[in-house]
Nanobody, 128 residues
Framework: QVQLVESGAGLVQAGGSLRLSCEAP????????MGWFRQAPGKERRFVAG????????YYADSVTGRFTISRDNAKNTMYLQMNSLRPEDTATYYC?????????????????????WGQGTQVTVSS
């Protein structure tokens, strides 16, 4: 059963923008902290951005701070990653992730091993 589905893959020129979406057809996302990670060929999966269960707290990797914005709409069971001022080094497969936290914890998680569910990945390519 597919838990998370990413969309928004694309090829853009440096300086351009893309918005990724992550839908959860079988989860109630209001009970989950969420995150975006990325993985370039031959490299390990790395944290990009995280958002708390309620959406009130966000956290970013230094490499994307000021350029990327993570958000969520729990009513639509969807999370987003708005990516602006894209650079060739942003080229990677992007994965969304979810960690079950119930309805009391409002933390953000940045470790790959923290998360319970992963999407299949969506490719972002930035040309120079």
């Amino acid at each position: 059963q597919v838990q998370l589905v990413e969309s928004g893959a694309g090829l853009v020129q440096a300086g351009g923008s893309l918005r990724l979406s992550c839908e959860a057809p079988s989860l109630t996302l209001s009970n989950y902290a969420m995150g975006w990670f990325r993985q370039a060929p031959g490299k390990e999966r790395r944290f990009v951005a995280g958002i708390s269960r309620s959406g009130s707290r966000t956290y970013y990797a230094d490499s994307v701070t000021g350029r990327f914005t993570i958000s969520r709409d729990n009513a639509k069971n969807t999370m987003y990653l708005q990516m602006n001022s894209l650079r060739p080094e942003d080229t990677a497969t992007y994965y969304c992730s979810a960690k079950g936290v119930g309805n009391t914890v409002n933390y953000i998680y940045a470790g790959v091993s923290d998360y319970d569910y992963w999407g299949q990945g969506t490719q972002v390519t930035v040309s120079s």
